[in-house]
């Protein structure tokens, strides 16, 4: 029981939630950082939580192959229901009770524009519950905002912010934002795929288990953590 989450490198994250595989935005082909490919990951569910490219990703095939169901927006849903995928279109603030639990699309400040210049409605971020209990919180492609406080206040057993900065919070923000959701774990995301989101997740770490009572987990591609 509970969630396994394995991070693939970049913002994407696989979530074993009691015995479910829900994919995180799957970007596997083009990623350097990615520790897998995309014929080889499971998937039950794929959540997109934006239209950009390293989010979207191999969406299309690896949904095509398992059978997978693609929740996301339903600007995004449409679109992917046009190529053959099934789907299961939300939006922000509202939830909806899969057989893994409890998902949520919370707010993003990003863009979320489609690869092929289509209107990918507004970017989210992931709020999950499993039916045993664990909440998650994917923060996916953000700036911080201050509501952030209110996620905080669902209790939240583990959190994963992006830290690369340039595209989204930077180290300085992220820890704001952990101060923000006070969650019992931290896992850094979207850095070091490429040489513009460079950062130092150790020292990022250091910070978080200094000024904060949240513990830090810094992952390589490929590691995963249990809750
Ligand atoms: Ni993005
Ligand atoms: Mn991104």
Redesign the pocket.
């Known amino acids: 029981m509970g969630i396994n989450l394995t991070w693939y490198g ?2 994407t994250v696989g979530l074993d939630v009691d015995g479910q595989n829900v994919l995180v ?1 799957p ?1 596997f082909t083009g990623n350097p950082a990615a520790s897998t490919t995309a014929d080889k990951v499971e998937a039950d569910f794929i959540v997109v939580s ?1 239209g ?1 490219g ?2 979207v990703g191999d969406t299309v095939d690896i949904a095509k192959r398992t059978g997978a169901q693609v929740i996301t927006n339903a600007e995004m849903a449409n679109w992917f229901e046009a190529q053959g995928l099934t789907t299961h279109g939300q939006h922000l603030g509202g939830g909806f009770n899969h057989p893994f639990g409890y998902l949520k699309l919370t707010q993003a400040i ?1 863009g979320s524009g489609l690869p092929d210049g289509s209107y990918g409605g507004n970017p989210a971020g992931i709020l999950l519950r499993a039916k045993s209990g664990e909440k998650v919180y994917l923060a ?2 953000t700036g911080l905002f201050s509501d952030m406080q209110l996620i905080g206040e669902e209790g939240l057993d583990l959190a994963t912010l ?1 830290i690369g900065d340039n ?2 919070m930077g180290p300085d923000d992220a820890l704001k934002a952990v101060k923000y959701l006070e969650p019992k774990n931290v896992i850094p995301v ?1 850095y070091n795929t490429w040489d513009l989101i460079a950062q130092d997740a150790d020292a990022w770490a250091e910070r978080v288990n200094a000024e904060t009572k949240t513990k830090a987990h810094v992952l390589q591609p490929g590691d995963e953590f249990n809750i």
Request: charged share 20%; hydrophobic share 5%.
């Open positions: 970049h913002g935005d970007f934006h950009h390293d989010h990003h996916c492609d992006p595209y989204t979207h």
